[in-house]
């Protein structure tokens, strides 16, 4: 149990002084509220004042978020919008600054009549008095372009006036300004409900109910109108206006517009007097004031006062559910009254809520402060970043005004003393002259007259006595042409006596005859033995007495030339070439390529023909350029081939095939026709049907179709290819693509190309050459590819009929695989190729060696210089 307490220990001291007992007891020491002790006030408010003070919190940070949003993005534009504007007042001046003038209006003029007068008084150009006159004239061109250099740089100058009176810097500075005012309108706004809310919160953890409605915030506005200037400015008016009356003399001082003082609010540069240089300081009037204005707006503290304690009527009881609502009213006026005038109760120490209350203000107020400060560093450094950008812009602008006069002073300078240069020299100005944005160019590409052609000799070939020249060549190819035209536009082959006619023309040379002779030294009066020799040589079983234009042609081209005909190795080589260029679904050499590619073909050896140009050269007072036989030799040779092009081979074998299947039908409808004219012990009545032949008639005829000599072919006794009509059909014309008209048949090039010194020679060359893989032996061929090399098929013209009946000088396909196998030991049929010993003992047989052998023209007419 508890011990009673000491009475005595309670007592005060016998010794105490009376006055000492009466004094007020000691107050306890100030505990403030803990932060960890907020969430128990804050768990006690009621539900309806919770919710009222989280919407006005969720109000607060939802209006302060999205105001600055807005506020940034409005910043960033205007950023975008002063940058771009910089920008777009420095293109349009340097347009401005770079506009034609007259300057080069005066220069070409200037020029114009100086080339006149030297070309009309060359002479006078040499005198000393002319070249006086000349450079004053060019004294007076410059005293006219340096007139235009002034007045040009006098209306540069009043543009860039223009320009910094625009007041352009001020309407930024404005959009800043009200930026920034806007700013500090939110912080303003933001604080006043920062510290509503904290207020309410600790009201109603006080449970003194909610307090009264703090008044709004002062209105944040710099650029609000004020009375009190326009008034003194009245007055300052007036003062002036007396000075004026009483002092006329006086000096009058300029008068402000409102504008310029709208302007000096806003921004002024104050020029520093201890430096001439142009350097200062910015000033910006209007920022001190706004933060004047916004500090105003610090909500002020108040001493705690307890609420008096009254019995409320029964009349003013409320709803408590409608307590929490309502906002703190006044209290009657009566009331007031009554409350002056009872004595005011001794001060009470205040709550620890209220203590903190008055704290989180001043913490609050500190933040505001420094907020504003913020914003005030912020809005310095913006504002001095457009206004240095401004006065920067507009010093650049002044220095390219500048820069602009020196360069052109500097350019007319040049311009003069190229001029008179020219003057010293006694010449034309045959240059252009341009005075160009501040610059003099001199194009030595744009001349003011034509200069004097370098003379450059023309390529000239040697004469050799013994060699046909290009232009011999045109000539013989022109000659040729006229008489091949005058048969048939499609002729390949001329008469002999018509060639004879020609070469008589061409070689005859008369003493009175004046005209150039166009052929060889030794070609001149050849006489006609000599000239019918030589076509003999051209001539061959299945010729008729005519001659392949082609063929010669390329004989006299190559005849004595260096390089002579290509070799294998050589036409191998252009067969790579060749086939590089050949078309995706083409077959060797069964295409056609253009005339520039047959131009560019190594066919022929370069230095062999410039070692013979050093042995002919030709008789001139100045060498002549080097003359390139082989590139003109390949132009001349397309120029013969795309005149004299062959049809395609395909098509020609086709012509072959039906040429033989026309033959053979007509031949039998010949003997059904002989044999039904002959048979006159028919037994049959005149009006019944033709009954077969008997098998005793064709005795009577005096031939039998399966021993005929030229269609038989020994196969067991009866030929396979002639035993009465052709059983297929006949053979239909193969579809074929028109080549352009510029376009060189290959296989023509090739199987000319191919011809060898002997018949074996060439064979050989056409097996190795005209072979579809490049890579063979050469030793036998397909036989469709050897039927074509053989008879030269797409290459020369095909013979005429020469019996008469219209069978074919050359033999189809089937008909030439049959006779290789009866006659010659082939095995065609077995195998399906030639080899290249029965084709050249076939050839042979035939008589075909012409067509592979070159004619021996050098023997007739040979080297002799």
Known sequence: AAEPADPAADAPPADADPETTDAPPVEPPFEAVKLDELPGFVEKIEDQVFSMLMEEWCELQGDFVSSLQQLFNW??????????GLFGMKQRFAEFLQRT?????????????????????????????TKAELHLRTDELRQRLCAEVEKQGSENLAQLE?????????????????????????????????????????????????????????????????????????????????????????????????????AARLCKFIPDEEQPSGEGRWEFPFLAELMEQAVKAVWKLEDFVPPSIEVPEEEEKEDPKAKAKAKGKAKPKDKAKKEEEVEKPPPQPAPALFVDLQQALLAERVTFRQRLQMIHRWAIRRLHQAASSTRTTFQSLNDWVMLRRHKD???????????????????????????????????????????????????????????????????????????????????????????????QQLTSADGSDKRTVKVPANWRNSGEAKLKQLLASFEHVYSSSSIDIVDFLLHMCLLHSPSGWPPVNTLMEVRQVLEAQAPKDAVWPDFYVPAKVVESLPLFDEQGEESFAKKFKPIT????????????????????????????????????????????????????????????????????????????????????????????????????????????????????????????SVRQLMAYLCQGPTTEDGLARAFAVLAPNPGSSGTSLPLETAHRAVFSLGCRPLPPSSNGDGRPEFLALQKFGEELDTKFNGSAKVTGSVGKAEAQEFVKALSLGRRHRRAEVEKIFPKVK
């Not at 910043?75 to 771009?84: E, I, K, P, Q």
């Not at 220069?107 to 080339?115: E, H």
């Not at 002062?218 to 009190?228: M, R």
């Not at 013969?640 to 053979?664: G, T």
């Open 162 to 262: 223009v320009l910094q009176t625009s007041r352009w810097l001020e309407s930024q500075t404005e959009v800043l300004a009200s930026q920034v005012q806007h700013a500090v309108q939110l912080e303003v706004k933001r604080y006043h409900a920062c510290c509503q809310l904290l207020t309410d919160f600790y009201y109603s953890a006080l449970c003194l109910g909610l307090p009264e409605e703090h008044e709004p915030p002062p209105k944040v506005d710099v650029f609000a109108p004020q009375e009190l200037e326009e008034a003194a400015d009245a007055k300052d008016k007036k003062k002036k206006d007396d000075k004026k009356k009483k002092d006329p003399k006086a000096e009058e001082e300029p008068e402000i517009s409102p504008e310029e003082k709208a």
């Open 101 to 129: 003038d007259g300057k080069q209006d005066m220069v070409d003029d200037f020029v114009l009549s100086f080339n006149l007068f030297t070309e009309e008084y060359p002479d006078m150009r040499k005198q000393d008095a």
């Open 75 to 84: 910043h960033r534009c205007h950023l975008a919008d002063f940058r771009g």
């Open 621 to 744: 007072s100045v060498a002549p350029k080097t003359f390139d036989r082989c590139k003109e030799q390949l132009r001349w040779v397309a120029k013969v081939l795309q005149r004299y092009r062959a049809p395609n081979c395909e098509h020609e074998a086709w012509s072959l095939e039906v040429a033989w299947y026309d033959y053979r039908v007509q031949r039998h409808e010949e003997s059904e026709r002989l044999i039904e004219m002959l048979d006159d012990v028919r037994s049959t009545p005149a009006d019944t049907p033709r009954q077969p032949p008997i098998d005793n008639i064709p005795a009577l005829l005096g031939h039998d179709e399966t021993e005929a000599p030229d269609d038989t072919a020994s196969l067991g006794g009866q030929s396979t290819w002639s035993m009465g009509r052709p059983e297929k059909p006949r053979p239909e014309e193969p579809v074929l693509r028109e080549p352009p008209k510029d376009h060189i």
């Open 409 to 503: 002073l500097e350019s007319v300078a040049c311009l003069v003393d190229a001029i008179k240069e020219q003057v010293e020299n006694e010449e034309f100005i045959k240059t252009k002259l341009c005075l160009n944005n501040a610059h003099l160019h001199q194009r030595p590409n744009t001349l003011l007259r034509a200069p004097i052609p370098p003379k450059v000799p023309p390529p000239v070939e040697g004469i050799a006595p013994f060699r046909w020249t290009m232009e011999q060549l045109e000539n013989l190819l022109e000659v040729v042409n006229n008489a091949a035209s005058a048969i048939s536009p499609t002729c390949r082959m001329l008469p002999n006596y018509t060639m004879l006619g020609i070469l």
